[in-house]
């Protein structure tokens, strides 16, 4: 299903911007992603502190496709791909220079670099292409459970606040514009090792504006959520005990067609893989009535500090 045109985020209609009944931390999101315009080709946009040691990447590159729709018209992106360089500083606005690389008959390029402090935090390019039917086809809809009566990520982390350790409370507990009821059960005391794969279903908190550039910078946001971990799943790795290190170090996203954040979405994940002290992840976003609207990957860092505080528990069935 093809995209339909759209103006770019900074451009929405009066009718659009009309949020003050939004729920505050959707809101908020909405207005962190609307970019300011400082000059030609160049946006700075805030920063927030979510509870992560730095800037969410899901910010940044939620941002700096943001940045690119700002330069583009009547076209739609349908792919992403970005590199993290160095941690962002929650404490400091971001800076954005767009490069328009090129527009052609059907295609426009750009790339996007993030700035803090002087320096880049991240790379990212992304295409955009004018609305065109074509051949079809998709993978099939993993067969899960939907989204009622699954419990939402901060009613579980309630459930295990004495596992949780202090610094990480915020970021589990805290309201945040979207909600996460994950099919598989979750334990972070003691993870068991488990196949890689996790499936969560995804909804903003509230009704968002009809306008589909500003549904992808979302999708683009939460995109970063939760995917390098299905990666630690066969290792049984323990987020509470610190003994893990991990970053993101790339992004990659597929626009596949339009999707809506206020609709549930199931983001399916698997990793193929993990080596050298990096873990690859996939995901896919579909619809509850079956359609493939993104795909995503990401690789990142899995480092180990100190292997004899953990010891992951196996189940029937997997390797020891």
Do not use: C
Request: overall charge neutral; cysteine-free.
């Amino acid at each position: 299903m093809p995209f339909s045109s759209a103006a770019p985020a900074s451009r929405l209609t009066a009718a659009e911007q009309a949020t003050d009944r939004m729920h505050p931390v959707l809101q908020d999101l909405i207005g962190l992603l609307r970019l300011e315009r400082i000059e030609n080709n160049i946006y700075r946009g805030d920063s927030r502190d979510i509870g992560s040691p730095q800037v969410f990447g899901g910010q940044v590159i939620g941002q700096a496709l943001s940045a690119a729709h700002n330069t583009v018209d009547g076209r739609v992106a349908h792919s992403l791909h970005a590199y993290f360089l160095r941690r962002g500083d929650v404490n400091a606005p971001i800076i954005y220079e767009v490069d328009r690389s090129r527009d052609g008959g059907s295609f426009s390029n750009r790339r996007v670099v993030a700035i803090q402090h002087g320096r880049p935090i991240l790379n990212l390019a992304a295409s955009f292409q004018v609305p065109e039917a074509g051949l079809v086809h998709q993978a099939e809809m993993p067969d899960v459970p939907g989204p009622e009566g699954l419990k939402d990520l901060t009613d579980i982390a309630k459930d295990m606040l004495q596992h949780i350790p202090s610094k990480m409370r915020r970021f589990m507990t805290d309201k945040r514009p979207f909600e996460f009821r994950h099919v598989e059960p979750v334990d972070f005391e003691h993870p068991q090792k488990l196949p890689p794969r996790k499936h969560i279903w995804i909804r903003a908190v509230d009704k968002l504006p009809d306008n589909p550039v500003l549904h992808q910078n979302l999708l683009t946001y939460v995109s970063d959520y939760e995917l390098l971990s299905a990666a630690t799943l066969p290792h049984g790795l323990s987020f509470t005990r610190g003994s893990v290190i991990m970053a993101s170090l790339d992004h990659a996203l597929w626009f596949h067609g339009e999707a809506r954040m206020d609709n549930w979405l199931l983001y399916a994940m698997d990793s193929p893989s993990s080596s050298g002290a990096r873990g690859l992840a996939r995901g896919q976003f579909f619809t509850e009535d079956g359609r493939l609207v993104a795909s995503t990957a990401q690789e990142g860092l899995m480092r180990v500090v100190d292997p004899d505080e953990w010891v992951p528990r196996s189940r029937p069935g997997t390797q020891t």
